[in-house]
């Protein structure tokens, strides 16, 4: 199984970015796709999901300026960044998880300028 995220890079605050999770080994379909991040030298955090039935939930921060949603390709995720703020800065992670299962990628770097 792996968890390939990419579409991270150096974004101006006021920006977007969009972030992309492809999965390779399971089928995509059957788990909860969240989407977590790390902002330097703090906890990883929750910040979107989207479940099996494409039911969706946002961490507040960022209610209103990120969507989760599915892709056109059967085994992708994303995830849509807009109005980025510099607190948005942290590695980005994709999580798929089903009863106890669960898998993690690499993670990819969004840093947002002030």
């Known amino acids: 199984v792996q968890l390939v995220e990419s579409g991270g890079g150096l974004v101006q605050a006021g920006g977007s970015l969009r972030l992309s999770c492809a999965a390779s080994?399971?089928?995509?379909?059957?788990?909860?796709i969240g989407w977590f991040r790390q902002p330097p030298g703090k906890q990883r955090e929750l910040v979107a999901i989207?479940?099996?039935?494409?039911?969706?939930d946002y961490a507040e921060s960022v209610k209103g300026r990120f969507a989760i949603s599915r892709g056109n390709a059967k085994n992708t995720r994303y995830l849509q960044m807009n109005s980025l703020k510099p607190e948005d800065t942290a590695v980005y992670y994709c999580?798929?998880?089903?009863?106890?299962?669960?898998?993690w990628g690499r993670g990819t770097q969004v840093t947002v300028s002030s």
């Open positions: 999580n798929a998880r089903i009863a106890n299962l669960e898998f």
């Open positions: 080994g399971i089928t995509f379909d059957d788990y909860v």
């Open positions: 989207i479940t099996s039935d494409g039911s969706t």
